[in-house]
């Protein structure tokens, strides 16, 4: 067996043994598949088993899971603001580290999130409630969903909806 398909193994045992035992039987030539010891066999010559995989894929860097704080009235500083990331669904995916805080420019990232299978991921983020004077802190779940979808290609792929929702605080 050869070839090459995308996300296809081939049977590693890529070679097979048939032997066919041919008898004249009253002027006519048959062909029988027989066993090692010469005994008549019924059934497939032998099975070629291929496996299939498609290769995951990760959200990172520009594709992270991420939110936008906004704190109007004053400057906003890095660290001052704590973030969750938490899934909806027990099998999800989850980055390194799920709690994390802002830098200087309003951005909040999570770390790499590797899918290994097709399926629909529901994260939401959330504001940690805060102690800051004079802040009023939005504590509202923004909710992201990833969905993964194998091509049939040999590659996962992710698409992502709801992402870098933006965060206020007054």
């Known amino acids: 067996e050869s070839g090459t398909v995308a996300g296809v193994?081939?049977?590693?045992d890529d070679t097979k043994t048939?032997?066919?035992?041919?008898?004249?039987?009253?002027?006519?030539?048959?062909?029988?598949?027989?066993?090692?010891?010469g005994a008549v066999v019924q059934g497939p010559d032998f099975t070629f088993t291929n496996t299939y995989s498609?290769?995951?894929?990760?959200l990172n860097g520009d594709t992270a899971l991420r939110a936008a704080k906004v704190l109007e009235g004053r400057g906003l500083k890095a660290g001052e603001f704590t973030f969750t990331l938490t899934a909806e669904e027990t099998d999800a995916p989850m980055p390194e580290v799920t709690t994390v805080t802002n830098d200087a420019n309003g951005n909040v990232v999570f770390g790499?999130?590797?899918y290994t299978a097709p399926g629909t991921y529901r994260y939401s983020i959330t504001e940690a409630q805060g102690t800051e004077g004079g802040v009023a802190y939005d504590t509202t779940a923004r909710?992201?969903?990833?969905?993964?979808?194998?091509?049939?290609?040999?590659?996962?792929e992710t698409s992502v909806t709801g992402n870098n929702p933006t965060i206020t605080n007054t």
Do not use: C
């Open 143 to 156: 909710v992201i969903t990833v969905a993964v979808t194998d091509n049939g290609q040999g590659k996962l």
């Open 18 to 37: 048939v032997t066919v035992k041919v008898t004249d039987e009253g002027g006519y030539l048959v062909a029988r598949k027989v066993d090692s010891e």
């Open 9 to 12: 193994t081939n049977d590693p």
């Open 112 to 114: 790499n999130i590797t």
């Open 54 to 58: 498609a290769q995951q894929t990760t």
